[in-house]
């Protein structure tokens, strides 16, 4: 029986933040060292954000969650669970959600720990922080996406593996910017790209990655959490599917019966690439900056290995009050210095110095 | 490996926190168990709100091995504007943008990596002021 996951108590999203870095390498300055007359063909995006020297998964996660906080307008110790989602953390053993508890004044009375489900360890972590509010065992819980992706040099992923991410704070209905109207998750066991102990790159299946993996779980969840609730793609104002590229979420959102309207707000990857985790949450932040009370946004997301959550939120009034209370998405996406491949290439340890 | 030494300098890097003499108002970054104007034990801990502007800097090209990987680099006078003068690294700027009076922000970036098997460590550096967007140029104050 595949029903949709509801919380005892009514919750909702309190306060939202985003987080981009302020480098770029443009598609064509990959393509043109790795694929000579070829350059020109198609590209994926039009451009990438990659990290500064001195970021990370933990630095990008402190500053989505301080815009987060700003917008939640809460005390922080009142956050019982730290909790982000990625590929990229920088450590193997030592939650990233440890520096990042202490460095906005949550810790020391919260869980910490890190997910990990590819592309959709992000709304993994904000569907188990809806959960542990929902349940009454938590106030606020904090859930981050966010990553460094790595993509194997001259390999399809270059293109596209960037840095960035969201950060959402959980909490009771009656304070939400967003009140969670049901939630659905998909899994299986699909191994169209996963990344091996001690391997630095990831292996995909190519095309494999597509029907099987991105189309089938995303198809799955939008559908079940839509008949679920009673809803048809025109009930919802926004859409937001996870953005390996432009093609995926574009190709879903119309099989799916939404129009450019509804997914275009959300669709940031042509400008800043995949940011893994931070992908379609990210597309959420653009929306919620844009959108008013009584919208409707549906999010599906997908992580290879392979699964989706699918989420429907309700906004209320309080996302005209609190939506200026830091940066928006789009200043981020905006900001940008480019680099070259070299710079790109020392910037993501890609030479070798022993 | 200094393990010890990060894990106690924890509140002065990731929240900017100094001290404040309870008997002549001096404050001081990092915090002091002696006030260094009246000599007074009376400290206070206070953290400081992160902004500022460059009072003087000077640009890095030859380091130690650890912060090899952003040379060049500008390491800044800050005057905080709640807070004493201080040191720090500035990141997401480019070496033509630093200037004199430019305003700065805090931000928490890593400093370094214990080699390839210890600590990695965090920090505040400043970085220009984001306010809306660093497509144009900040004030110059």
Same mark, same amino acid.
């Given at each position: 029986?595949?029903?949709?996951?509801?919380?005892?108590?009514?919750?909702?999203?309190?306060?939202?933040?985003a987080y981009i870095p302020r480098y770029r390498i443009k598609a064509t300055e990959i393509a043109n060292l790795w694929r000579g007359e070829q350059a020109g063909n198609q590209l994926p995006v039009k451009q990438k954000s990659v990290p500064g020297p001195d970021e990370d998964t933990i630095t990008m996660s402190i500053e989505a969650a301080q815009n987060a906080l700003k917008r939640a307008e809460i005390d922080p110790r009142l956050i019982r669970a730290v909790w982000i989602g990625s590929e990229s953390h920088p450590?193997?053993?030592?939650?990233?959600?440890?520096?990042?508890?202490?460095?906005?004044?949550?810790?020391?009375?919260?869980?910490?720990?890190?997910?990990?489900?590819?592309?959709?360890?992000?709304?993994?972590?904000?569907?188990?922080?809806?959960?542990?509010?929902?349940?009454?065992?938590?106030?606020?819980?904090?859930?981050?996406?966010?990553?460094?992706?790595?993509?194997?040099?001259?390999?399809?992923?270059?293109?596209?593996?960037?840095?960035?991410?969201?950060?959402?704070?959980?909490?009771?209905?009656?304070?939400?910017?967003?009140?969670?109207?049901?939630?659905?998750?998909?899994?299986?066991?699909?191994?169209?790209?996963?990344?091996?102990?001690?391997?630095?790159?990831?292996?995909?299946?190519?095309?494999?990655?597509?029907?099987?993996?991105?189309?089938?779980?995303?198809?799955?969840?939008?559908?079940?959490?839509?008949?679920?609730?009673?809803?048809?793609?025109?009930?919802?104002?926004?859409?937001?599917?996870?953005?390996?590229?432009?093609?995926?979420?574009?190709?879903?959102?119309?099989?799916?019966?939404?129009?450019?309207?509804?997914?275009?707000?959300?669709?940031?990857?042509?400008?800043?690439?995949?940011?893994?985790?931070?992908?379609?949450?990210?597309?959420?932040?653009?929306?919620?900056?844009?959108?008013?009370?009584?919208?409707?946004?549906?999010?599906?997301?997908?992580?290879?290995?392979?699964?989706?959550?699918?989420?429907?939120?309700?906004?209320?009034?309080?996302?005209?009050?609190?939506?200026?209370?830091?940066?928006?998405?789009?200043?981020?996406?905006?900001?940008?210095?480019?680099?070259?491949?070299?710079?790109?290439?020392?910037?993501?340890?890609?030479?070798?110095?022993? | 490996?200094?393990?010890?030494?990060?894990?106690?300098?924890?509140?002065?890097?990731?929240?900017?926190?100094?001290?404040?003499?309870?008997?002549?108002?001096?404050?001081?970054?990092?915090?002091?168990?002696?006030?260094?104007?009246?000599?007074?034990?009376?400290?206070?801990?206070?953290?400081?709100?992160?902004?500022? #502007? @460059? %009072?003087? *800097?000077?640009?890095?090209?030859?380091? !130690?091995?650890?912060?090899?990987?952003?040379? &060049?680099?500008?390491?800044?006078?800050?005057?905080?504007?709640?807070?004493?003068?201080?040191?720090?690294?500035?990141?997401?700027?480019?070496?033509?943008?630093?200037?004199?009076?430019?305003?700065?922000?805090?931000?928490?970036?890593?400093?370094?990596?214990?080699?390839?098997?210890?600590? #990695? @460590? %965090?920090? *505040?550096?400043?970085?220009?002021?984001? !306010?809306?967007?660093?497509?144009?140029?900040? &004030?110059?104050?």
């Open positions: 029986m595949q029903s949709v996951m509801k919380s005892v108590l009514p919750v909702g999203i309190v306060g939202y933040g450590y193997a053993v030592k939650p990233s959600g440890t520096v990042v508890a202490q460095a906005l004044g949550i810790t020391p009375a919260t869980t910490g720990g890190d997910f990990e489900f590819a592309c959709k360890a992000g709304t993994e972590a904000m569907q188990a922080a809806f959960g542990i509010v929902g349940s009454g065992m938590a106030g606020y819980a904090l859930a981050i996406g966010m990553d460094t992706a790595q993509g194997r040099p001259g390999d399809a992923l270059e293109y596209t593996a960037a840095a960035g991410g969201a950060a959402f704070i959980m909490g009771p209905a009656e304070n939400a910017l967003a009140v969670l109207e049901g939630s659905f998750s998909y899994v299986t066991d699909t191994p169209d790209f996963f990344r091996r102990n001690y391997q630095k790159y990831p292996e995909h299946g190519n095309r494999f990655t597509g029907d099987p993996a991105y189309f089938h779980h995303i198809r799955s969840a939008a559908t079940t959490i839509m008949e679920q609730l009673y809803l048809k793609p025109e009930d919802f104002s926004h859409v937001v599917f996870h953005q390996p590229n432009k093609k995926f979420p574009v190709k879903i959102a119309r099989e799916l019966g939404f129009s450019e309207a509804q997914y275009s707000t959300g669709l940031l990857s042509t400008e800043i690439g995949n940011t893994y985790a931070g992908s379609s949450i990210l597309g959420l932040t653009a929306i919620l900056d844009g959108a008013k009370a009584g919208d409707r946004i549906l999010l599906v997301s997908f992580g290879s290995g392979a699964g989706s959550d699918a989420f429907c939120f309700k906004l209320t009034e309080r996302i005209t009050d609190v939506r200026d209370k830091t940066l928006k998405t789009a200043d981020y996406v905006q900001r940008s210095a480019f680099v070259n491949y070299s710079m790109y290439a020392r910037l993501r340890a890609k030479i070798r110095k022993s | 490996m200094d393990i010890p030494r990060y894990w106690r300098l924890k509140n002065q890097r990731y929240h900017l926190e100094g001290s404040v003499c309870q008997n002549c108002g001096h404050q001081s970054f990092p915090s002091r168990p002696l006030c260094p104007q009246c000599k007074s034990k009376d400290l206070k801990s206070v953290r400081f709100n992160g902004k500022g #502007i @460059v %009072y003087s *800097y000077t640009i890095l090209y030859q380091t !130690s091995e650890r912060y090899e990987g952003y040379v &060049p680099y500008v390491v800044a006078l800050i005057d905080l504007e709640d807070g004493p003068r201080i040191t720090a690294q500035l990141t997401d700027v480019d070496l033509n943008q630093v200037k004199i009076g430019m305003p700065v922000e805090m931000v928490i970036r890593k400093y370094f990596e214990e080699g390839e098997t210890g600590p #990695i @460590v %965090y920090g *505040y550096k400043f970085r220009p002021v984001f !306010s809306k967007q660093d497509l144009t140029e900040p &004030p110059i104050k």
